[in-house]
């Protein structure tokens, strides 16, 4: 149909409209609204497997800020145990932990074994006692080691180490307090890798949590070995040398690592004692 066509319709006769009332009429004039429930948006709540995956997360925090808080007597004679512990007492003191332990729940066993983990980084030249006895602790209760899983995965956040210290120029006022923090951070870093590579060679830790951490060891190591020589210089980088050498039967990854620091010219590696240098050679042989 043409417009023209279609204008010309409108000439035409049409059917006069019903009348509205009687259309009305016909209506249905009641309404009865359906009521249906307000659903509310709820809250999401982990499965419970969740929850007991990960409460270890929710807690540690609280646990290694307490860990010198004396507040129960079953934990207080442990910590006092711990710091006597001598190789001719260790297996006293470790079958008394393992009696208060099989008595009380996780909760307190995270505790200890927490404690085990603070001392053996804040007191590094105890190391190997101390992962001897939480190895002992995780062959009676296997959940340990998902204790220990954690605290490594944790350890930036427990000991507030994700903070880079930066120091100031000597003239700064608070040049001395940022010397004190930086050096209790590089401290605190030598002191969890010396006891981590004591818990790795006794079969605590896997492989691919070694990887992270051999990565930050070389940095540091690299970095350590450049720095005029020093007393405490070199027995940093001792430390660091003893990890790398303590993992390297068990980490494939290290050797090309420490190939490329033997390779730098000594003139500049000033903190890299023969002995150490010695070491690093004997990690290409294991």
């Known amino acids: 149909m043409d417009i023209t066509t279609l204008y010309s319709a409108r000439a035409l ?6 009348d509205i009332s009687n259309i009305l009429s016909k209506l249905k004039t009641s309404f009865r ?21 990960n409460w270890r997360d929710n807690v540690l925090v609280e646990v290694v800020r307490k860990v010198r808080e004396k507040d129960d007597p079953d934990y207080d004679e442990i910590n006092a145990a711990i710091n006597k512990v001598s190789k001719q007492n260790y297996a006293k003191i470790v079958e008394s932990i393992m009696i208060k332990l099989a008595a009380r729940d996780a909760m307190f066993r995270l505790r200890i074994t927490t404690l085990l983990f ?9 190391a190997p006692i101390l992962a001897d006895a ?11 080691r998902q204790d220990l899983v954690t605290q490594v995965k944790m350890f930036d956040t427990l000991y507030d180490m994700s903070k880079v210290v930066i120091v100031p120029p000597s003239t ?10 930086w050096t209790k951070q590089k401290e605190t870093k ?5 006891y981590t590579s004591e818990l790795f060679t006794r079969g605590l830790l896997a492989d691919g949590i070694m990887q992270s951490m051999v990565a930050q060891v070389i940095e540091d190591l690299k970095e350590s070995i450049a720095l005029p020589k020093t007393p405490p210089g070199e027995e940093h980088v001792d430390h660091l040398v003893r990890f790398l050498f303590a993992i390297a039967p068990k980490v494939a990854f290290i050797k090309p690592l420490v190939t490329d620091i033997l390779k730098i010219p000594r003139p500049n590696t000033p903190s890299l004692t023969m002995k150490s240098r010695f070491k690093l050679e004997d990690c290409l042989k294991a």
């Open 13 to 18: 006769p049409r059917e006069p409209l019903a």
């Open 172 to 181: 700064d006022p608070g040049f001395n307090d940022a010397i004190i923090a």
């Open 118 to 126: 603070d001392r053996g980084i804040r007191q590094n030249c105890f």
């Open 33 to 53: 609204p359906i009521r249906r429930p307000v659903v509310l948006r709820r809250e999401f709540h982990p499965p419970p497997a969740e929850v007991a995956l």
């Open 190 to 194: 030598r002191g969890f890798a010396v």
């Open 134 to 144: 939480y190895r002992d602790i995780t062959k009676a209760h296997e959940d340990a």
